[in-house]
């Protein structure tokens, strides 16, 4: 009877144990992007709920360029992901309606969408088949001084991984580079972690690690780019609270469209030097600069695209549970439209 008591009360203490280290966290954060090719600008608050297996996420959106600010109003969306059920609610507060998605639906609607004819191409992007691309260059650099940002200690690096591509048919050559600004802070790594391992099992219960490394469909240029910029933010101390990625491109081919082919000598390079991040570029871009000193300056290079996630505050409490469940009353209506979810 002694042992019995003893036994109940022990895993009685380990249940309260694992309630209270559980980590239960509140995230909230701004994200901004100039578009992609100048389109669909917007600007997005967003409060997260996490629990192991369970994320609830309210979203503000708002289309900042004059023409879709116009023609599309502010979105508000809530949105709940239950790794326990396998589900995703996308929920309606106005309406009183919710729709819902199966893990397995969402990898159909996925694997559909990223084989459609439909799917949107880069805009005045260049077919890489008509380049013979050099292997990325990466390069990290140790930033500004740290600085607190939202309250949070963080140290400053820049990830730059660069290209140049020669067009196979004029020997003219251009020149893609991606950079990430980051700012990473240990405070709140526990909770940090804990979001990151999160979306990892989520990503994993969905089937997604393969097809969205297939993103390689709709963004065939900036795979090698993006899974090498990875590489080397996973070896950096902390987590992000800021995060600013860009993309520039230079056009010299779409330039010299209709005239002659020009000679090697005259397009050794993309013209790198009014880019702000030819400093970061160590050796290789000290050559390109070297090579293009003689010639008049021809810089076509374009911003694609400018996305900033930063995290305002994150805080570790109990949450109610019942916040990522569907409401009472609430009508359940067809997912057609559902969302990708973020």
């Known amino acids: 009877m002694f042992n019995l008591k003893r036994n109940a009360l022990i895993i009685i203490g380990l249940i309260l144990f694992a309630s209270v280290a559980t980590p239960q966290v509140i995230l909230e954060e701004e994200t901004t ?157 526990k909770a940090m972690q804990q979001i990151q391992d999160f979306h990892q099992r989520m990503m994993q219960k969905m089937g997604l690690e393969q097809p969205m490394k297939g993103m390689a469909q709709m963004f065939a240029l900036y795979k090698e780019y993006f899974e090498a910029m990875s590489k080397e933010i996973q070896k950096l101390e902390g987590f992000p609270i800021r995060s600013t990625v860009s993309m520039k491109t230079t056009d010299h081919v779409a330039a010299a469209s209709g005239k002659s082919e020009t000679s090697e000598a005259n397009n050794e390079t993309a013209d790198l030097r009014n880019s702000p991040l030819s400093g970061l570029l160590g050796g290789l871009a000290k050559k390109l600069a070297q090579q293009q000193s003689a010639q008049p300056s021809n810089d076509s290079a374009r911003e694609l695209f400018r996305f900033t996630t930063e995290v305002k505050s994150i805080k570790m409490q109990e949450i109610n549970p019942q916040e990522f469940e569907i409401p009472a009353g609430f009508k359940q209506v067809k997912a057609d439209n559902f969302p990708m979810a973020r």
């Open 33 to 189: 992007s100039n578009g992609f090719g100048g389109m669909m600008a917007f600007e997005s608050t967003s409060k997260v709920l996490l629990v192991p297996d369970a994320k609830r996420q309210t979203s503000r959106t708002e289309f900042t360029g004059t023409f879709m600010k116009n023609l599309a109003p502010a979105t508000e969306t809530i949105e709940i992901t239950r790794l326990d059920k396998e589900l995703i609610w996308n929920i309606n507060p106005k309406q009183k309606e919710y729709s819902e998605m199966t893990f397995a639906q969402f990898r159909e609607f996925f694997q559909k969408g990223m084989s459609s004819k439909e799917m949107p191409q880069q805009p005045d992007a260049v077919d890489k088949s008509e380049y013979e691309w050099e292997k990325p260059v990466v390069k990290v650099t140790k930033g500004q001084a740290s600085q607190k940002i939202n309250g949070f200690k963080c140290n400053n690096y820049i990830v730059n991984v660069m290209t140049v591509g020669k067009h196979k048919k004029t020997g003219i050559r251009d020149t893609m580079q991606v950079v990430n600004d980051l700012w990473q802070s240990e405070v709140n790594a």
